[in-house]
């Protein structure tokens, strides 16, 4: 195994732990969760939250962090697998090749989601900002910049299309 293997083996270890461990936080105790944010807010200097602010049970902190924990369980997996499992040094890795046709619908309506998700934040940027202005809990924006924030969602939807596409063009290129 490369130093390249071993840097990128490591770089996803270490993304699948950040992830499990900040769901498994948010999971276990979102009050906790909260001040490791507001010390992160001060850390890098934004606004603190809003103080009529009454999260409640906290099931929406849980849930997502139970996303997240599970998304960084399944990445953890992945780098272990890979790390007692290296591929043979003639395998080609690529995106097109390791998408197989055995996937059935799970490829093409994932690429297709986010297409659609992309294109619709593409197109509805600054009323996302508005509503996101809006709605969220937490004022850490500040004094932030309307042109700023329609930037910000116009890229995100763009790197959805461009992850839609991908998908669906990996999918293509496995049917044949």
């Given at each position: 195994?490369?130093?390249?293997?071993?840097?990128?083996?490591?770089?996803?270890?270490?993304?699948?732990?950040?992830?499990?461990?900040?769901?498994?936080?948010?999971?276990?105790?979102?009050?906790?969760?909260?001040?490791?944010?507001?010390?992160?807010?001060?850390?890098?200097?934004?606004?603190?939250?809003?103080?009529?602010?009454?999260?409640?049970?906290?099931?929406?902190?849980?849930?997502?962090?139970?996303?997240?924990?599970?998304?960084?369980?399944?990445?953890?997996?992945?780098?272990?697998?890979?790390?007692?499992?290296?591929?043979s040094p003639g395998v080609v890795r690529s995106a097109y090749?390791?998408?197989?046709?055995?996937?059935?619908?799970?490829?093409?309506?994932?690429?297709?989601?986010?297409?659609?998700?992309?294109?619709?934040?593409l197109i509805h940027a600054p009323r996302l900002f508005r509503?996101?202005?809006?709605?969220?809990?937490?004022?850490?924006?500040?004094?932030?910049?309307?042109?700023?924030?329609?930037?910000?969602?116009?890229?995100?939807?763009?790197?959805?299309?461009?992850?839609?596409?991908?998908?669906?063009?990996?999918?293509?290129?496995?049917?044949?």
């Open positions: 195994m490369t130093f390249e293997d071993l840097a990128f083996l490591g770089g996803l270890f270490l993304f699948g732990l950040l992830f499990m461990v900040l769901g498994a936080l948010m999971l276990a105790s979102p009050p906790a969760f909260l001040r490791f944010g507001l010390w992160l807010g001060k850390l890098f200097r934004l606004n603190p939250p809003e103080v009529g602010w009454k999260p409640g049970l906290y099931l929406d902190w849980r849930l997502a962090g139970l996303v997240l924990a599970s998304f960084g369980a399944s990445v953890l997996k992945q780098a272990v697998r890979l790390a007692l499992n290296p591929p090749h390791s998408v197989q046709p055995t996937l059935g619908w799970l490829a093409p309506v994932g690429g297709l989601v986010m297409l659609t998700l992309g294109l619709y934040t509503w996101m202005l809006k709605k969220a809990p937490i004022k850490v924006l500040g004094n932030a910049s309307s042109f700023a924030g329609v930037i910000f969602f116009r890229l995100l939807g763009i790197l959805w299309a461009l992850g839609g596409i991908v998908g669906l063009a990996a999918w293509f290129k496995a049917l044949r």
